[in-house]
């Protein structure tokens, strides 16, 4: 095979250690990139999430969840402290409000209705009369209609529940998940798509805010220009059967310490998504959406997704085949990723 010779070669090396002339001219090229990358993705949060403008539907919901679930939360605590949460009561009860007029009525809404029931019962189960912003409370309480089922406040979980529950898993079922790069012709059953779309559900979420949302798509033409787009897949993308996309909606997040959050809480969807579809026997290769800016607007235009979407990665999916091969894929030694911290001070 013939070398490359060509300038950008020479100039900017491949991935072996730089010498010094190549580091500048990897600056030169990849500084003004990165920082226009950033710009772009600045302008994003600022444009989509609750920063700067808190009263669209999408961000004020979600402003509505993180502070009910902080109210929820003060009260699973083990000694809840009498007449907390003032604060998140003063903006809870103007966010409301101000959804009432705007919105009239949706589920974030009804659930932090509960949730100010549940705050007004547990101070009556104490015996606290004066507890912070107690007729606003119960003027909302009365206002907003109830669901026929619960949508906030607390519930009650067993441990033999639980235990019952995990007692069949085992590190088994996490060690015989592996990417999977080919599968069986047979079509994969979008209920099967389904279930493991309500385990990603239940993924830990940000103040519970459930930031992401699955694309699934069957369309074979779509499969395929989605495919090229992400171009990870080269070599196994016709035999791929589903197409998931899973974003995050930047509408859910708004102080500037949140401007990286999509990513976690999307990160952590996206995982539970894959145990979903391997707890249902199925096949899946994580594609990675490592791209700029223009890629992310053209796959959101491919794919018809919303602006405010940040996109985590695409799943492919499929059925498993009797016996295949995977890459070895061997994983790192435990005790070089993990250290137990038993002894701290803070001279240390
Ligand atoms: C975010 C992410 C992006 C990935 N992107 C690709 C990809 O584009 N193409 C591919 O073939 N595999 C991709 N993978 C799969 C990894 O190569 C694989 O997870 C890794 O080698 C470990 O192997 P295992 O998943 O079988 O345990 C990706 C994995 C992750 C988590």
């Known amino acids: ?13 491949a ?39 808190v009263s669209p539907i999408g961000q004020l919901s979600a402003r509505i969840t993180q502070t009910y679930h902080n109210i929820e939360k003060g009260l699973s605590l083990p000694a809840p402290r009498p007449r907390f949460g003032a604060v998140h009561l003063a903006n809870l ?19 932090a209705r509960d949730v100010l029931a549940a705050y007004a019962a547990f101070h009556d189960s104490i015996g606290v009369d004066d507890y912070p912003y107690k007729r606003s409370i119960g003027e909302l309480v009365a206002e907003i209609p109830s669901s026929e089922s619960q949508m906030g406040g607390l519930r009650k979980v067993y441990k033999r529940d639980i235990l019952a529950a ?12 592996h990417s999977i790069r080919k599968f069986t ?4 059953d979008l209920g099967l798509i389904e279930t493991a779309i309500k385990v990603a559900q239940k993924a830990p979420a940000v103040c519970n805010r459930q930031s992401g949302f699955v694309h699934v798509i069957t369309d ?58 391997h707890m249902n026997g199925l096949g899946t290769c994580c594609l990675n ?55 701290w001070s803070e001279s240390a």
Do not use: C
């Open 1 to 13: 095979m013939s070398e490359d010779k060509s300038l950008s070669k020479r100039l900017l090396g």
């Open 15 to 53: 991935g072996h250690v730089p010498t010094l002339r190549k580091k500048l001219a990897r600056s030169i090229y990849y500084v003004p990139t990165i920082v226009a990358e950033a710009v772009r993705d600045a302008k994003h949060y600022l444009t989509h999430s609750g920063t700067l403008n």
């Open 93 to 111: 009860i103007d966010y409301m409000r101000t959804y009432r007029e705007l919105y009239e009525d949706g589920p974030e809404l009804r659930s």
């Open 166 to 177: 995990t007692q069949g898993t085992d590190e088994n079922f996490f060690l015989h998940r």
């Open 185 to 188: 012709e047979e079509d994969v």
């Open 220 to 277: 074979k033409k779509l499969i395929e220009a989605a495919l090229k787009l992400q171009g990870g897949a080269r070599g196994f993308a016709e035999g791929v059967n589903k197409v998931a996309v899973v974003t995050t909606d930047t509408r859910s997040f708004s102080h500037i310490t949140e401007r990286n959050q999509g990513w976690i809480d999307g990160g952590l969807f996206a995982m539970s998504f894959l145990y979903g579809l």
């Open 289 to 343: 959406w490592s791209k700029t800016n223009a890629q992310s607007d053209a796959m959101r235009k491919l794919i018809g997704a919303n602006p405010w979407e940040s996109i985590i990665m695409l799943v492919a999916i499929g059925h498993l085949q009797d016996e295949f091969e995977v890459p070895f894929s061997i994983r790192k030694d435990p005790a070089s990723i993990s250290r137990v911290i038993a002894d």
